[in-house]
């Protein structure tokens, strides 16, 4: 065990952003990297140790997750916030669209106060981050029957077929996604940056061992509580980077004293640090447009399945725009379709619609001192005064029902099925169990004059010298794209900024 009592650097949360984070600090630096992640570590992909679930890219497997829960501890009931807890983090069960938004997203972040996050500096970490998780656009022949007709009708409701959906610059258009899927393997930052490096003696990957709380001494922390396999243990470090992701970051920094004074303190928790902790937590929200097939369809599809064809989720975007639009798109069309069994009556299509820039703000927080107790969140979707992201998403339910009544889709499509047939009117949409998967923003990302930012624009937490945060949890605002290359950027961005220090 002695190896674990001191590193020069910890990295919490072995994710995402922090599989990349702790690759990037052994790569750049001399020092000796501790990754801790609460979850499994099934090794490199070569040792064949991984779960074919989580490897088969066909499905969204909820074999590892956390058990986050809407509204939890609040007495209504509530639904799943999915979140993976395994090393490679959510892109270890997640639907490998690797999608980079639109160019005002990261110029937003820029006009915020963050320098050195406009998209024209982070575009060399968006394509190291896609070479590096071997990023590919699926090709025409790949995608279903079901996903050609949708790619087909998109140009009768004016969404262009284009080439690229990461062009920063285009605002509408629908195409295949980019992804990072290798030979139906989900392609998860664990294979992508840890296995190179495994073996290396300053890097030490330690999976099962839950990060309880930082340790801190003035302005600096000066080790962490850790719960591992054999029990509680104290590790010792010069430098912590938490990649615990938009649930777990806060969580740790609340438990540690830094988060809001009061809610800190009904907890009996000392507060070191006042600091928006868990606040500004938001995600795009989605409604799942639910469609029966034409047995036309679903014998094309099962035809399509028995030639060894890949039903993975998200094959094909579009981005495009709501009547309320301003700047770049405000929508997403994702469709998908599947079976639940292998019967020709069991299959279902979803014309998911999502609003990319949603205002509504949840929180974070903590229900009790125990590492293990649930969180409280409360995504709080479509909350805004104005109703405006009810607005854009009831639009985008409109456009897209229009959509599936024009050629060739309408000759495909069945009827649409509960439950949203029955969303009649904007009031119908249900607000408790929308969304994208792509929650951001609870350590927020800003300058210290803005009393709702907690890190700075390098990552660093406001009043704490040694101590970063670097993940999905520290965007200001949620890019108009599915969140899982914008979070391996934000530790690729931060990372080359550390191992300069
Ligand atoms: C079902 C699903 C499908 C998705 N599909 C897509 C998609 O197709 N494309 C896309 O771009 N995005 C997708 N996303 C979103 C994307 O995967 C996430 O935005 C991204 O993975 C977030 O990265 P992260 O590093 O911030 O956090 P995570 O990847 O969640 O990493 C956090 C890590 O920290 C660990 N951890 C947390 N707390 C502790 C603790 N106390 N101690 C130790 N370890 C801890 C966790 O176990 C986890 O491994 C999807 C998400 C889900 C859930």
Same mark, same amino acid.
């Given at each position: 065990?002695?190896?674990?009592?001191?590193?020069?650097?910890?990295?919490?949360?072995g994710?995402?952003?922090?599989a990349?984070?702790?690759?990037?600090?052994?790569?750049?630096?001399?020092?000796?990297?501790?990754l801790?992640e609460?979850g499994p570590d099934y090794g490199a992909f070569v040792d064949q140790r991984w779960p074919?679930?989580l490897l088969?890219?066909?499905?969204?497997?909820?074999?590892?997750?956390?058990?986050?829960?809407?509204?939890?501890?609040?007495?209504?009931?509530?639904?799943?916030?999915?979140?993976?807890?395994v090393i490679g983090?959510?892109?270890s069960?997640?639907?490998?669209?690797?999608?980079?938004?639109?160019?005002?997203?990261?110029?937003?972040?820029?006009?915020?106060?963050?320098?050195?996050?406009?998209?024209?500096?982070?575009?060399?970490?968006?394509?190291?981050?896609?070479?590096?998780?071997?990023?590919?656009?699926?090709?025409?022949?790949?995608?279903?029957?079901?996903?050609?007709?949708?790619?087909?009708?998109?140009?009768?409701?004016?969404?262009?077929?284009?080439?690229?959906?990461?062009?920063?610059?285009?605002?509408?258009?629908?195409?295949?996604?980019?992804?990072?899927?290798?030979?139906?393997?989900?392609?998860n930052?664990a294979f992508?940056y840890l296995d190179s490096l495994r073996g290396d003696?300053?890097l030490t990957i330690q999976p099962h061992?839950?990060?309880?709380?930082?340790?801190?001494?003035?302005?600096?922390?000066?080790?962490?509580?850790?719960?591992?396999?054999?029990?509680?243990?104290?590790?010792?470090?010069?430098?912590?980077?938490?990649?615990?992701?938009?649930?777990?970051?806060?969580?740790?920094? &609340?438990?540690?004293?830094? /988060?809001? =004074?009061?809610?800190?303190?009904?907890? !009996? *928790? $000392?507060?070191?640090? %006042?600091? +928006?902790?868990?606040?500004?937590?938001?995600?795009?929200?989605?409604?799942?447009?639910?469609?029966?097939?034409?047995?036309?369809?679903?014998?094309?599809?099962?035809?399509?399945?028995?030639?060894?064809?890949?039903?993975?989720?998200?094959?094909?975007?579009?981005?495009?725009?709501?009547?309320?639009?301003?700047?770049?798109?405000?929508?997403?069309?994702?469709?998908?379709?599947?079976?639940?069994?292998?019967?020709?009556?069991?299959?279902?299509?979803?014309?998911?619609?999502?609003?990319?820039?949603?205002?509504?703000?949840?929180?974070?927080?903590?229900?009790?001192?125990?590492?293990?107790?649930?969180?409280?969140?409360?995504?709080?979707? &479509?909350?805004?005064?104005? /109703?405006? =992201?009810?607005?854009?998403?009831?639009? !985008? *339910? $409109?456009?897209?029902? %229009?959509? +599936?009544?024009?050629?060739?889709?309408?000759?495909?499509?069945?009827?649409?099925?509960?439950?949203?047939?029955?969303?009649?009117?904007?009031?119908?949409?249900?607000?408790?169990?929308?969304?994208?998967?792509?929650?951001?923003?609870?350590?927020?990302?800003?300058?210290?004059?803005?009393?709702?930012?907690?890190?700075?624009?390098?990552?660093?937490?406001?009043?704490?010298?040694?101590?970063?945060?670097?993940?999905?949890?520290?965007?200001?605002?949620?890019?108009?794209?599915?969140?899982?290359?914008?979070?391996?950027?934000?530790?690729?961005?931060?990372?080359?900024?550390?191992?300069?220090?």
């Open positions: 065990m002695a190896e674990y009592y001191y590193a020069d650097t910890v990295v919490i949360g994710g995402t952003a922090g990349a984070v702790a690759a990037r600090l052994v790569q750049g630096t001399t020092q000796t990297v501790l801790i609460s074919s679930q088969d890219a066909r499905s969204l497997p909820g074999g590892h997750d956390w058990g986050y829960i809407n509204g939890a501890s609040t007495g209504r009931p509530g639904h799943l916030l999915e979140r993976a807890r983090g959510c892109s069960h997640n639907g490998c669209a690797a999608i980079w938004g639109s160019r005002v997203d990261y110029d937003g972040w820029t006009a915020l106060g963050n320098p050195g996050w406009s998209a024209d500096e982070l575009l060399p970490f968006f394509k190291l981050a896609n070479e590096t998780l071997r990023v590919k656009r699926i090709s025409a022949s790949e995608i279903t029957p079901w996903q050609q007709a949708c790619l087909e009708t998109a140009p009768k409701i004016g969404i262009p077929q284009v080439a690229d959906l990461n062009n920063l610059d285009e605002d509408i258009g629908m195409s295949t996604s980019p992804v990072n899927i290798l030979d139906g393997v989900r392609w930052t992508a003696d300053r061992m839950q990060v309880d709380r930082l340790q801190l001494e003035g302005n600096r922390v000066i080790a962490l509580e850790v719960i591992g396999p054999d029990g509680p243990l104290t590790v010792e470090t010069d430098r912590v980077v938490l990649c615990a992701g938009t649930y777990g970051s806060p969580a740790i920094l &609340l438990r540690s004293g830094i /988060g809001p =004074d009061s809610e800190l303190r009904a907890l !009996g *928790i $000392e507060a070191k640090l %006042d600091l +928006a902790v868990g606040r500004n937590l938001h995600d795009h929200p989605a409604v799942y447009l639910k469609y029966s097939g034409t047995p036309q369809l679903v014998s094309a599809m099962m035809d399509f399945v028995a030639r060894g064809g890949i039903l993975f989720s998200e094959q094909i975007i579009a981005k495009f725009r709501s009547k309320y639009c301003t700047s770049a798109y405000d929508l997403h069309l994702f469709p998908v379709g599947g079976p639940f069994t292998d019967t020709a009556d069991s299959w279902e299509f979803l014309l998911p619609v999502a609003n990319m820039i949603p205002l509504s703000r949840g929180s974070v927080q903590l229900t009790s001192t125990d590492p293990f107790a649930t969180l409280k969140i409360d995504t709080a979707y &479509l909350s805004d005064p104005e /109703g405006r =992201d009810l607005a854009i998403l009831w639009n !985008g *339910i $409109e456009l897209v029902r %229009d959509y +599936a009544c024009q050629p060739p889709l309408a000759e495909l499509i069945g009827e649409e099925i509960s439950p949203t047939v029955n969303y009649k009117a904007a009031e119908d949409v249900p607000s408790d169990n929308l969304h994208y998967y792509h929650p951001v923003g609870t350590c927020k990302m800003g300058p210290e004059s803005d009393p709702t930012a907690v890190v700075d624009t390098h990552g660093k937490v406001h009043g704490v010298d040694n101590l970063y945060v670097a993940d999905a949890s520290i965007m200001p605002v949620v890019p108009r794209a599915n969140t899982n290359i914008p979070a391996l950027v934000v530790g690729e961005r931060i990372s080359a900024w550390l191992t300069q220090a």
